[in-house]
């Protein structure tokens, strides 16, 4: 850690979310680069925690947006990566370079759309992230979406933004497959409608209309037209679902919560809802429930890995990395030609600095793609820090 006594003191501030101290640290000229053991700066630390206020505080202070950790992320790229758009919004108006890409070669509209986050995923549209970028995995925003994602209303919506922003739904990845492909591969006929323009299934009109005024951000009149169409449709699960979406947008996530277990109880077998109730517990700082829907999901759906996935996400969000690598060791049993998957394993683990077991795990997926470069720099860095 460097920095004198007060800069240090400026990072445990935010750590407890102390906005008096970390103003009265400011006011004192404590240094905003100031780094952790992990090259943390205090702003990267807000972002982590979704501390608004701090990130607006150190900001006009001064700290760098662009800051890159040891691993080479940075807090705007963090920001979209955990969905947190108020954040990313302050830094892209504060001298963040929105096509900065992280050390998989993503950008921040990438990890946003993988995770579905819609708000985030709109907010990188509107600050000039790049809609067609690549990564070193050969993926688009558009391709994780659809390849990570369930084909469900949530990522349905964020398909949709961005293929009405531009993006390529025939641009291929490096096994030479398009969105539409993999669409058509996964049976997203939801999806596959929309990057075809074909979707003959209208939305509710009260859907069209509070969407309408979710565009102006006005989430209360968006909410509210949702709610007054379920007094008279209460088993319609698109209504339920925008309901519990606009809910959550206002941070009324128990009542959100509501909707989406009404959904359940409708149609037990519309395992997306599970990610929503994930989603909402998560956002409730509730991470054991969160956990616990994932694996309802999953538990449900065997063939797909949609929700096992997004819990070793979360898993590696919480830094629970042993836990992260035990879910993805069912993932790779299963879907054993998934390279990206192999790749996250390899990242659990040299987290918990098991570098031989990252190296093994890394060798699968240069073998499944072995021109890919971001496989053979990653066993060459293991194979380094193993030496050390």
Not at 132 to 152: C, P, Q, R, T, Y
Request: with cysteine.
């Amino acid at each position: 850690m460097e920095g004198n006594k007060r800069d240090t003191e400026l990072l445990e501030a935010v750590h407890q979310g102390d906005h008096p101290r970390i103003s009265h640290l400011l006011e004192q000229k404590a240094n905003v680069e100031v780094t952790d053991e992990m090259g943390r700066t205090a702003l990267m630390i807000a972002v982590q925690h979704n501390d608004t206020d701090a990130v607006a505080q150190l900001l006009i202070a001064g700290s760098d947006p662009n800051h890159r950790d040891i691993t080479e992320l940075t807090p705007f790229i963090c920001a979209g990566a955990n969905g947190f758009t108020a954040s990313l919004r302050l830094m892209a108006t504060s001298g963040a370079d929105v096509t900065s890409v992280n050390r998989f070669g993503g950008t921040a509209l990438l990890p946003a759309a993988e995770k579905g986050y819609l708000h985030t995923v709109e907010a990188c549209l509107s600050v000039g992230v790049p809609v067609d970028h690549v990564n070193h995995l050969g993926w688009s925003a558009l391709l994780e979406a659809v390849i990570l994602g369930d084909g469900g209303r949530l990522y349905a919506d964020v398909i949709q933004t961005l293929h009405e922003a531009g993006a390529s739904v025939h641009l291929q990845d490096f096994d030479g497959k398009s969105a539409v492909m993999y669409a058509d591969e996964q049976k997203q006929e939801r999806v596959l409608g929309l990057l075809t323009d074909t979707l003959e299934d209208p939305q509710h009109p009260a859907v069209l209309e509070a969407k309408s005024y979710a565009a102006d951000k006005d989430w209360t009149a968006a909410s509210q037209t949702v709610q007054v169409a379920l007094e008279s449709d209460g088993d319609n699960l698109d209504l339920l679902f925008y309901a519990g979406f606009y809910l959550a947008a206002q941070d009324r996530f128990e009542e959100a919560l509501e909707q989406y277990s009404r959904a359940l109880v409708v149609a037990p077998d519309a395992l997306e809802f599970y990610f929503y109730t994930a989603y909402c517990y998560r956002l409730m700082n509730q991470p054991e429930d969160a956990l616990l829907e994932f694996d309802k999901g999953a538990a449900l759906s065997f063939e797909n890995a949609f929700h096992l996935y997004h819990k070793s996400n979360y898993l590696r969000e919480l830094g629970r990395h042993e836990e992260a690598v035990e879910v993805m060791d069912e993932l790779v049993e299963r879907h054993p030609t998934r390279y990206d998957f192999w790749f996250h394993k390899a990242n659990s683990l040299r987290s918990l600095n098991r570098h031989q077991d990252a190296i093994t795990a890394i060798e699968h997926a240069i073998e499944l793609q072995p021109d890919n470069p971001l496989y053979t720099k990653h066993k060459a860095q293991s194979e380094l820090l193993l030496q050390r």
